[in-house]
């Protein structure tokens, strides 16, 4: 599947890596459903999450560290949700795709 590329992530929250990113939305109703993928990074999620996002990584690795230092990884095929709130550093050694979904009123909201 071919994916649109996107912004990346602001200058000050990439710890390390260049942040190029693409998506491709498949669905918005309720709920939007998207495909995400990102170039290798480590991106620091210091403001509080701006919504529930469940995840189903289909490409790649990804280590979801919270500011208490629990430590995740999580690797094709595996499903976890992130929550709204949550902080942390989300670290992407090499490329990394994922499906998405998200309420889509919190979704929209998030972009505005």
């Not at 595996?78 to 979704?107: C, H, N, Q, S």
Request: net charge negative; glycine share 8%.
């Amino acid at each position: 599947m071919e994916l649109e590329s996107i912004p990346p992530f602001p200058a000050e929250i990439v710890l390390k890596g260049e942040s190029e990113n693409w998506e491709q939305v498949l669905h918005q109703g309720d709920f939007v459903v998207a495909v995400f993928e990102a170039s290798p990074a480590i991106i620091d999620i210091s403001e509080p999450f701006p919504y529930d996002e469940f995840v189903l990584v289909l490409e790649g690795e990804v280590t979801l560290t919270n500011i208490d230092g629990g430590k995740q990884t999580y690797n094709p095929g595996d499903t976890f949700l992130v929550p709204k709130g949550w902080r942390g550093t989300w670290e992407m050694p090499d490329k990394y795709r994922e499906m998405i979904i998200i309420e889509t009123d919190a979704w929209v909201a998030a972009e505005e």
